[in-house]
């Protein structure tokens, strides 16, 4: 993504990361005369398909018009997104979404206008997670586990100031590991700019650097480490290659042994490193399982599945639905397709590990959503007892499947899932309070910055190891109330995070 396309993805908040936008506008036709209430007269996408503006530089031919890619994104929405019904009237014509200089811009802001404005019981946007990227993007981090930073992961306690950014953890072998980044570092300013910079301009200098677009650009971080006061180092942002499994461990307990795993994207990378996980648990005896999800926003569906039918095993899972997929009612053949099962094979067709657990531990925060979401709701559908440990879950029961269109892959809201109990209703997360439906029996424990991940002696994992050994959990920290986790708080311009690590997405590949 370009700079210019860049100030464009960083005026909101997508996935991940709550937008504040709210459409307050009505929709035309492209040719700009009012579409009013017209969606069941608009043709079908089809029609307007891979007909691409010749200032498109994500395109590969160019035979048509952004007027033409706006009507194919107003179509396909009333084909296939979830809410077709709730699409708010868009003057398609207006400015910010006709800049022929800066389409992806232009087409960005479009969708972003079509998505509806319900809200959830809590007030929550019901669409916080739809979103637009260039198809190669999508496609590196998902297919390869490649994408563009400098190893460092980001905690957000807030996408406005005050932000809260601190180093959740560092993917091994980036210039971040060798050059010393530590878990709990937290960001006093990048390129001269304060971490809880206001300003538009200071946004775009933020987004960047910390959820970089492009590789090559070098950049000045002044870190605050506990203990130490603040530390200097300059990274630049390269090609990385995700570590979805960060490690994996057994920790032998008078009770048994407990197998540990830190699971951080359900890319397609993901499947070899959880059947080496799994695999080796078991060969070591594992009993239990503490699957640490707390910055896993989810990935492909056919991986959580997967890991899903590896914790549970066979004799659970069975001829058991993992997740029905509800389209909107138009969608008539898609709703009446099979329920996506269990996975028990991988994509190799080989036969997958598995731990024939009857209770599983989950550590959770807000950034745990969707395809994660669905390894916690799938299990409870099988009758596996899931024990949720930390904070509430972002609430994304939805997902979709990228349709490409002009080089740029479009993430509307197409289904919701429910499990084999028909439950899928979570907007607003899974909670571990035991209160029934979305809540989960549990302990709230805030998130501890001064251990490594997978340690025994991590604040999460600790209480998670001392509710199985004792079912006490331990007094309620207040240095990360799960209030603070709310990512709509704070003032200012917001950033951007990371969109497609918030998903639920289905694939020709299973």
Request: hydrophobic content about 35%; glycine content about 10%.
């Amino acid at each position: 993504m370009g700079v210019q396309r860049q100030r464009h993805a960083g005026a909101r908040v997508r996935a991940t990361w709550i937008s504040l936008l709210i459409a307050a506008v009505g929709l035309t036709a492209c040719g700009g005369g009012s579409d009013g209430d017209s969606s069941n007269r608009l043709v079908s996408s089809q029609q307007y398909a891979q007909q691409c503006a010749p200032t498109n530089p994500d395109a590969s031919s160019h035979t048509g018009s952004l007027d033409i890619e706006k009507q194919w994104v107003r179509a396909y929405m009333n084909d296939a997104y979830l809410w077709y019904g709730e699409v708010p009237n868009i003057t398609a014509g207006q400015a910010q979404y006709s800049n022929t200089s800066d389409v992806y811009g232009s087409l960005d802001n479009y969708f972003e206008a079509l998505k509806t404005t319900a809200v959830t019981a809590s007030g929550a946007r019901k669409d916080q997670f739809s979103f637009i990227l260039p198809t190669a993007t999508s496609t590196a981090l998902f297919d390869s586990g490649v994408e563009a930073g400098t190893g460092i992961n980001w905690r957000m306690l807030s996408s406005r100031a005050p932000r809260g950014l601190r180093v959740s953890y560092v993917t091994p072998g980036t210039e971040a590991a060798t050059k010393g980044v530590l878990r709990g570092d937290t960001l006093v300013t990048v390129d001269g700019v304060s971490a809880d910079d206001e300003t538009a301009a200071g946004v775009g200098v933020l987004n960047a650097a910390l959820f970089a677009s492009d590789t090559g650009g070098t950049h000045a971080y002044v870190l605050n480490r506990a203990g130490v006061g603040q530390v200097s180092v300059s990274l630049t942002t390269a090609a990385i290659t995700t570590k979805p499994v960060l490690n994996y461990n057994v920790v032998t307990t008078p009770t048994g042994k407990v197998g540990t795993i830190v699971f951080t994207s359900h890319v397609a990378p993901a499947e070899a490193q959880l059947i080496e996980a799994i695999s080796s648990l078991k060969a070591q005896g594992a009993t239990d399982l503490v699957l640490d999800l707390r910055y896993n926003g989810g990935g492909y569906l056919y991986i959580a599945s997967e890991l899903a039918y590896m914790i549970a095993g066979p004799a659970r899972t069975s001829g058991q639905v993992f997740e029905k997929l509800n389209y909107n009612a138009k969608r008539t053949s898609d709703n009446a397709q099979a329920p996506y099962p269990f996975q028990s094979t991988s994509t190799a067709n080989a036969a997958l590990p598995t731990l024939d657990l009857s209770r599983v531990y989950m550590l959770t925060t807000h950034e745990t959503c969707s395809a994660s979401e669905s390894v916690i709701n799938s299990l409870r559908g099988v009758g596996v007892d899931v024990r949720q440990i930390g904070s509430t879950t972002c609430g994304k029961p939805y997902g979709f499947a990228a349709q490409d269109n002009c080089g740029i892959s479009y993430f509307p809201i197409e289904f919701q899932g429910v499990n084999a109990q028909g439950f899928g209703d979570y907007t607003d997360g899974f909670a571990p309070n035991g209160s029934g439906g979305a809540g989960i029996a549990g302990c709230t424990v805030a998130d501890d910055f001064t251990q490594p991940l997978g340690s025994a002696n991590e604040g999460m994992l600790k209480a998670a190891l001392d509710y199985r050994a004792n079912g006490s959990c331990p007094v309620a920290s207040s240095q990360e109330s799960p209030k603070a986790l709310s990512l709509a708080s704070g003032r200012g311009a917001a950033l951007r995070g990371r969109p497609l690590l918030s998903n639920r997405f289905l694939t020709s590949s299973r």
